[in-house]
């Protein structure tokens, strides 16, 4: 089956820097990516999807890439705010799967 | 209208015994999904039913009983409950199966004393 690796587990970055998150998956039919964004005690939710067909995605201050040859995928979130301090989810899913898997999480925190 | 609703919030109860819990899903979605959510905040698939029919088992323990009466509805039900079935359970549901958004309930904290 699918397995999804995510790092760092913890990421601490100064309001307005960068920040960084990658996973990397197993099975190359793995067609859709999702990343959900969970703050403390919230559900998760989608903040951004990639799929295969695509190399790189934006909205606004998030964006992912997608390199199917190497099979990972990464969130850049740029000029981070307090608001985005959270735990973030990669996950892959593949058409007849009949779920997604899911990375362990990521949990960033902004300072200000 | 919440999107994806889940009864109850809270839930404590004592070891060995059997509860519930319910979700309901007000999208239309054909795919419903509970998940488990440990204290190191892993997210881990427990089932998936699809149009009312059991499409992932994941491994889980058969004290657990998920139960889909409609493809609106998707409840679970533990018996004979312990210590380490505490965390937060999510219910979610998409349009379809695997490459569709998810979208999850407010989730069920669940404490076994």
């Known amino acids: 089956g699918e397995n999804v690796e995510q790092h760092p587990s913890t990421l601490s970055v100064q309001e307005g820097d960068s920040a960084v998150i990658k996973c990397t998956y197993s099975?190359?039919?793995?067609?859709?990516f999702p990343w959900y964004k969970q703050e403390l005690g919230k559900r998760p939710q989608l903040i951004i999807d990639i799929r295969s067909n695509v190399g790189e995605k934006k909205d606004q201050r998030i964006a992912v890439t997608l390199n199917k040859t190497a099979k990972h995928f990464s969130l850049h979130i740029t000029e981070t705010q307090p608001e985005d301090s959270a735990v973030y989810f990669c996950?892959?899913?593949?058409?007849?799967?009949?779920?997604?898997?899911f990375g362990d999480g990521t949990t960033l925190t902004v300072k200000p | 209208d919440t999107a994806v609703s889940q009864t109850p919030k809270y839930l404590v109860t004592q070891m060995g015994n059997d509860k519930s819990i319910k979700c309901e899903q007000n999208l239309g979605h054909d795919t419903m999904y509970w998940y488990k959510q440990d204290s190191k905040k892993f997210l881990k698939i427990m089932f998936s039913?699809?149009?009312?029919?059991?499409?992932i088992n994941e491994t889980v323990p058969n004290r657990f009983s998920p139960k889909s009466p409609d493809k609106a509805h998707l409840n679970l039900h533990i018996n004979s409950l312990e210590l380490g079935d505490s965390a937060v359970y999510f219910c979610?549901?998409?349009?379809?199966?695997?490459?569709?958004?998810?979208?999850f309930g407010a989730g069920t904290r669940l404490s076994v004393l």
């Open positions: 099975d190359s039919a793995s067609n859709y």
């Open positions: 979610a549901s998409s349009q379809g199966r695997g490459i569709h958004i998810q979208y």
């Open positions: 996950a892959a899913s593949t058409a007849n799967a009949g779920k997604s898997t």
């Open positions: 039913y699809n149009n009312k029919e059991l499409i």
